[in-house]
């Protein structure tokens, strides 16, 4: 029986179960493929963090006072730059944690299930951050 030939309606009705669906629900764990892309994707991202957050350090110091510019709107602007460079920094710091935890649930065989009730995530869900611990369900409190 195909998916063509019967509808999806008799699929249901039958019972008939994609491995995606089936991978979804938590009934069979991600394959080696699935997990390299994943892990590939979380290494590249945290490389990525640590470029960017070298190329901004300068930012992050402290403030000089240019003595070649007047006034206090160009320290201002100065302070502004800093503040924003801290808080981007805080921002790459709390992404980096998230991906070092999803690393180290990879590792121990935990990847891809949720950390509240343990089913499944669904696989869109970590296509769009493979960072996430919970399932929809958990994270919505539903």
Do not use: H
Not at 97 to 114: K, N, P, T
Not at 118 to 130: F, M
């Amino acid at each position: 029986m195909t998916a063509s030939s019967t509808g999806p309606a008799i699929l249901d009705q039958i019972g008939y179960r994609t491995s995606k669906q089936l991978i979804n629900d938590g009934k069979i764990p991600l394959n080696d493929l699935d997990l390299k892309v994943y892990r590939d994707a979380l290494l590249a991202e945290r490389t990525q963090l640590a470029n960017d957050d070298a190329a901004s350090a300068e930012d992050r110091g402290t403030v000089a006072l240019d003595q070649q510019s007047v006034g206090r709107l160009s320290r201002m602007d100065a302070i502004q730059r800093q503040a924003m460079a801290k808080a981007t920094m805080r921002r790459r710091a709390a992404r980096g944690a998230r991906i070092d935890a999803a690393l180290r649930r990879m590792d121990e065989g935990e990847f891809g299930f949720c950390q509240k009730c343990g089913d499944g995530i669904a696989q869109e869900r970590l296509d769009l951050d493979p960072t996430v611990p919970t399932c929809v369900s958990c994270a919505t409190g539903a």
